[in-house]
């Protein structure tokens, strides 16, 4: 079973502050990609990387960046929190070589106050 | 980019009725197209996919049909059962490795 996993499930932190969101993956995929969910707009891409140490920009990154060292862990940055980023995060890993099903971790319910 | 338009957003339907969503995409370079089901409080999960070499794909009581030429393709779930009651996503993606783009949502609501 492909497992990916991300550090929390509900995160609660004040405007301003530097927030880290983890995800890990166990099934070596060389693709991860971190997905904002809000209602009635879908998954929106923030940022995808296909490799380690290798990222590209999504659909909405403004206000995130990421952090690719090592192939299994996918992290997403927000730099200074505000409250629109207030969100449903979710994580996804893939295979590189064949489009293949994505497989997503349980979500991280931000809140910014 | 892509661009991912799914229809409708909200979806009621009577038990053993049939429920149909469609999205369209932009990029005519697209191959492969997922169909993804999101329970309440969980995390989406594939439940069919199709590509750009086929017409149609079928698993039991779920189907998805595929349009190059139109750009569109639809997914079909008959029978329904109150336990497909979720938010269906559907996707594009150009190549290998490249980003999935999703469509904004389905809420099937399966009335018992």
């Known amino acids: 079973d492909v497992k990916v996993t991300q550090s929390s499930r509900y995160l609660v932190k004040r405007t301003g502050e530097k927030v880290f969101l983890e995800c890990v993956q166990d099934?070596?995929?060389?693709?991860m990609f971190w997905y904002r969910q809000d209602p009635g707009l879908g998954l929106r891409l923030i940022y995808f990387s296909y490799d380690v140490k290798m990222k590209e920009k999504g659909d909405i990154p403004e206000g995130y960046s990421v952090s690719r060292e090592k192939k299994e862990r996918f992290s997403l940055i927000l730099e200074s929190a505000s409250t629109n980023q207030t969100s449903m995060y979710l994580c996804?890993?893939?295979?590189?070589?064949?489009?293949?099903?994505?497989?997503f971790g349980q979500g991280t319910r931000l809140t910014v106050v | 980019g892509e661009n991912v338009e799914q229809h409708p957003s909200t979806l009621s339907v009577q038990e053993g009725d049939s429920a149909v969503i469609k999205c369209t995409y932009s990029?005519?370079?697209?191959?492969?197209f997922p169909w993804y089901k999101q329970e309440l409080g969980k995390r989406p999960q594939l439940i069919i996919d199709?590509?750009?070499?086929?017409g149609e794909k079928k698993d039991q009581r779920i189907a998805v049909t595929l349009n190059k030429t139109a750009k569109h393709f639809s997914l079909h779930i008959t029978e329904t059962q109150p336990e497909d009651s979720a938010v269906y996503f559907c996707?594009?993606?150009?190549?290998?490795?490249?980003?999935?783009?999703f469509g904004g949502g389905t809420r099937v609501l399966v009335k018992p």
């Open positions: 996707a594009a993606s150009k190549a290998a490795g490249n980003k999935l783009t």
């Open positions: 996804a890993s893939r295979q590189h070589v064949l489009n293949t099903e994505a497989f």
């Open positions: 199709i590509r750009s070499n086929v």
């Open positions: 990029d005519s370079a697209s191959n492969y």
């Open positions: 099934m070596d995929h060389e693709n």
